[in-house]
């Protein structure tokens, strides 16, 4: 078995949510060019479609400075942003029943390419949470097995347990809405 620095575990394991600001960046790339068709090249909108447009296209190409240096502290942000909004925002907090009843309520095509888009950013940014089951949990991971098995194993069931617990609060909010 190949043996992996940590810059390349890394690398690996932002994969998953620079692919899914990927996909949401072209998703409001193709929702902007049929909505706007050729108007999109003239100003003001050439400036929203370099911005959105850029996000995507500029970390595919700062992909590894990205992952081995802005992933985790965009992780730890996510999760301070997630806990402040549990305990001071909880109805802003949509889960997946929530998620089906806004797709059952689309009725356009540019409705849906915007869920869409919200839901893959959304899903980039919650990937990137610093726990286990989530790529961005491989870094402390990767840290913690270098202070022993028992640090790393307490920490592995440490954050299942917070994710179980989060999924779990997050799904029964949406029925108590």
């Not at 990927?22 to 100003?43: D, K, R, V, Y």
Request: glycine share 10%; net charge positive.
């Amino acid at each position: 078995m190949m043996k992996l620095s940590c810059g390349e575990r890394a690398d690996i394991s932002a994969a998953g949510p620079l692919a899914n600001i990927w996909f949401g960046g072209f998703l409001w790339l193709a929702c902007a060019i049929t909505n706007l068709g050729f108007e999109l090249f003239h100003p003001p909108h050439i400036y929203n479609l370099l911005m959105y447009a850029g996000i995507p296209a500029g970390l595919f190409f700062a992909r590894k400075i990205f992952s081995r240096y802005m992933f985790f502290p965009l992780g730890l942000a996510a999760m301070g942003l997630l806990m402040w909004t549990i305990f001071h925002h909880p109805q802003q907090m949509s889960g997946p029943v929530d998620i089906a009843k806004m797709i059952g309520h689309t009725h356009t095509a540019l409705t849906a390419f915007i869920l869409a888009i919200n839901i893959s950013f959304s899903l980039a940014i919650f990937n990137a949470i610093p726990l286990l089951p989530l790529d961005g949990g491989t870094v402390p991971h990767m840290i913690l097995g270098r202070f022993g098995v028992r640090v790393q194993g307490f920490y592995e069931r440490l954050s299942l347990l917070l994710v179980a617990l989060l999924f779990g609060y997050i799904t029964l909010s949406d029925f108590w809405k």
